[in-house]
């Protein structure tokens, strides 16, 4: 107990090194490192801790699935942005939207099609807001909020179909066991959401936010911004850069694999709940692996909607190339969750 405080170390360093170099991922790196030496304090024991600790990371079933549904959904987007689906559908959106009230207003409608987890609703939606944001030259941070309370915030007071309610009745129900109390776990889950003061703050700020703000003062430094990561996303092959501005516009390819997704998602999220003993959708839902559920179905609509523009004249050399370049650009935050995990 004497050395307990040094526990606190690793949390101490990647604070510190995040705030230093406005960047997490060497802050967690050097963590884990300091973690290690902690538990192993030799020069060979401590870098074989950490490798350790990331192959437990990656064995385990739920985080891959994790991963792998992050890859192949990254893959799905640059799919979707090559085809020039994304370019499309932003396109006639942007036609309908042109304040950042709108665009605010349009990540809420999205909620009743994309509730089910945060990680498939951000995936979801988000290619398509970041393009709007960078058209309509808004500030992505007053966006991004929007998105998180959208999300997260509304997720969790949600009482039915999705996947946290059944991950929150399960703990509430080891805790009853435990304490060997004669409660309904349901029914205290739902007695805590009265409780979750956050996320209640969080959505009001949300919806007041959404009707009433001050007009937008900041387009020449998000200008700024976006040409920047223009410059840093641009795709390359062979050595020649392609521009997506030279991709022709084709809403329908976003739209046909963006449908399958949700319609498989949502049938696999029922049929998962109904194996496993479930009465009704909302219980299907609450009871479904929802990890898995949404890893089986874009996977199905990966190759479907590969046929599908396959059938659209689309080269495959290019869809290919691009599915892999949309899966490594999801790398970055693979590598923070791996780095978390630990």
């Given at each position: 107990?004497?050395?307990a405080?040094?526990?606190?170390m690793?949390f101490i360093i990647?604070?510190?090194?995040s705030?230093w170099?406005?960047?997490?991922l060497?802050?967690?790196?050097a963590g884990?490192?300091?973690?290690?030496f902690i538990?192993k304090?030799?020069?060979m024991?401590?870098?074989?801790q950490?490798v350790?600790y990331?192959?437990a990371?990656?064995s385990?079933?739920?985080?891959?699935?994790?991963?792998?549904f992050l890859?192949?959904?990254?893959?799905?987007?640059?799919?979707?942005?090559?085809?020039?689906?994304?370019?499309?559908f932003s396109?006639?959106v942007?036609t309908?939207?042109?304040t950042?009230?709108?665009l605010?207003?349009?990540i809420?409608?999205?909620?009743p099609f994309?509730f089910?987890?945060?990680?498939?609703r951000?995936m979801m939606?988000?290619?398509?807001v970041k393009t709007?944001?960078?058209?309509?030259?808004?500030?992505?941070?007053?966006?991004?909020?929007?998105m998180?309370i959208?999300?997260?915030?509304v997720?969790?007071?949600l009482p039915?179909?999705?996947?946290f309610v059944?991950f929150m009745?399960?703990?509430?129900?080891?805790?009853i066991?435990e304490q060997?109390?004669?409660?309904s776990p349901?029914?205290v889950?739902l007695l805590?959401?009265l409780?979750?003061?956050?996320?209640?703050v969080?959505?009001?700020i949300g919806?007041?936010?959404t009707?009433?703000h001050p007009?937008?003062?900041?387009k020449?430094?998000n200008q700024?911004q976006?040409?920047?990561?223009?410059?840093?996303?641009?795709f390359?092959?062979?050595g020649?850069k392609?521009?997506?501005?030279?991709?022709k516009?084709?809403?329908w390819?976003l739209i046909v694999p963006v449908i399958?997704l949700?319609?498989?998602s949502l049938?696999l999220?029922w049929?998962d709940?109904i194996d496993?003993?479930?009465q009704?959708i909302?219980?299907a839902?609450?009871e479904?692996?929802?990890?898995?559920?949404?890893l089986?179905a874009v996977?199905?609509?990966?190759?479907?909607s590969?046929v599908?523009?396959i059938?659209?004249r689309q080269?495959?050399?290019?869809?290919?190339?691009?599915?892999y370049?949309?899966?490594?650009?999801?790398?970055?935050a693979?590598s923070?969750?791996?780095?978390i995990?630990d």
């Amino acid at each position: 107990m004497e050395h307990a405080w040094l526990s606190l170390m690793p949390f101490i360093i990647v604070i510190s090194m995040s705030i230093w170099l406005k960047n997490i991922l060497p802050g967690l790196v050097a963590g884990l490192l300091v973690g290690s030496f902690i538990v192993k304090p030799d020069l060979m024991d401590g870098p074989f801790q950490s490798v350790s600790y990331i192959v437990a990371t990656l064995s385990d079933e739920t985080n891959i699935k994790i991963i792998a549904f992050l890859y192949i959904f990254g893959g799905l987007v640059g799919m979707m942005n090559i085809s020039g689906g994304i370019k499309g559908f932003s396109e006639w959106v942007g036609t309908k939207i042109k304040t950042e009230r709108g665009l605010l207003i349009l990540i809420w409608l999205t909620l009743p099609f994309t509730f089910m987890m945060p990680m498939f609703r951000i995936m979801m939606i988000g290619p398509v807001v970041k393009t709007l944001i960078k058209k309509l030259q808004l500030p992505k941070q007053k966006v991004g909020l929007t998105m998180d309370i959208s999300t997260e915030s509304v997720i969790v007071l949600l009482p039915v179909a999705t996947a946290f309610v059944g991950f929150m009745v399960s703990l509430v129900e080891g805790g009853i066991r435990e304490q060997q109390l004669d409660l309904s776990p349901y029914q205290v889950f739902l007695l805590s959401i009265l409780f979750n003061f956050f996320a209640i703050v969080m959505l009001v700020i949300g919806i007041i936010q959404t009707f009433w703000h001050p007009a937008s003062k900041t387009k020449e430094r998000n200008q700024a911004q976006d040409h920047s990561e223009d410059q840093e996303h641009e795709f390359h092959r062979a050595g020649i850069k392609k521009e997506l501005s030279l991709v022709k516009a084709q809403p329908w390819n976003l739209i046909v694999p963006v449908i399958m997704l949700l319609g498989s998602s949502l049938f696999l999220l029922w049929k998962d709940g109904i194996d496993k003993g479930a009465q009704t959708i909302f219980e299907a839902f609450s009871e479904a692996d929802a990890t898995f559920v949404m890893l089986l179905a874009v996977f199905i609509t990966i190759v479907l909607s590969f046929v599908f523009y396959i059938f659209r004249r689309q080269q495959m050399n290019e869809i290919l190339y691009h599915f892999y370049d949309g899966g490594n650009q999801m790398m970055e935050a693979i590598s923070l969750l791996i780095l978390i995990w630990d």
